[in-house]
C-alpha cells in the first residue's frame, strides 16, 4: 500500500481547517508548466495556477499566483506591491530564498511569510489549483481559503488572457 504524502502546506491548511483536496499526477520524472500539467491531467488550464516569486529593486520578495496560461503585467504588479518596479528572483535564489524548487513552489509554507497575491480572476472561480510543495502533487481549494492561509490579498497582477 502507497503512504499517502502529507506536505507542509497541506499541514498548514489541515491546521485552519481548510478544505481542499490532495491531487497526485505522474509527471514521467520531469516538470515542464503548469499548462503541461492542465494537458496531462486533463483539467480546465483556467483554475490551474502558477506560484511566481518576484523582487524588488529594494530586495523585497512578493508571491505572485496567476493563470498557468498567463504572465505577469510587471507594471501593474508593482503598483499592487506597492513597490516602483519588481522583476523575477533568479531560479538560482528560489530555493534558498522561498524553501522551494521551481514546479514545487507554493504561497503555502514558505521559508518566511512573503506577501502573497492572487491574481483577481480566481474570484471567477469557485476551486482553483496550486502547488502542494512537492512536484507531482496539487491542491484544489477555494480561493477565499488561499488567500487565508496565505494571509494574502487579490490583485490584478497579469496581462490580459485572449
Same mark, same amino acid.
Given at each position: ?55 524588488? =529593486? *529594494?530586495?523585497? +520578495? !512578493? ?8 504572465? /505577469?503585467?510587471?507594471?501593474? %504588479?508593482? #503598483? ?31 521559508? =518566511? *511569510?512573503?506577501? +502573497? !497575491? ?8 469557485? /476551486?482553483?489549483?496550486?502547488? %502542494?510543495? #512537492? ?28
Amino acid at each position: 500500500m502507497k503512504k499517502e504524502i502529507k506536505t507542509n502546506a497541506m499541514r498548514i491548511l489541515d491546521n485552519l481547517n481548510i478544505e481542499y483536496e490532495h491531487v497526485d499526477y505522474d509527471l514521467d520524472g520531469e516538470f515542464t508548466s503548469a499548462v503541461d500539467i492542465a494537458e496531462k491531467t486533463h483539467e480546465d488550464v483556467d483554475i490551474i495556477y502558477k506560484t511566481l516569486a518576484t523582487l524588488s =529593486k *529594494d530586495g523585497e +520578495v !512578493f508571491i505572485l499566483v496567476v493563470p498557468a496560461a498567463s504572465t /505577469i503585467d510587471f507594471k501593474k %504588479a508593482s #503598483k499592487v506591491c506597492k513597490v516602483k518596479s519588481l522583476s523575477m528572483l533568479h531560479l538560482k535564489d528560489l530555493k534558498k530564498t522561498i524553501g522551494y524548487e521551481r514546479g514545487a513552489t507554493t504561497a503555502l509554507a514558505m521559508k =518566511k *511569510d512573503y506577501p +502573497v !497575491f492572487l491574481d483577481i480572476r480566481a474570484k471567477d472561480h469557485d /476551486i482553483i489549483k496550486v502547488s %502542494a510543495g #512537492k512536484i507531482g502533487h496539487g491542491l484544489r481549494l477555494k480561493p477565499d481559503d488561499f488567500l487565508r492561509a496565505t494571509k494574502g490579498a487579490y490583485g490584478d497582477i497579469i496581462n490580459e488572457i485572449d
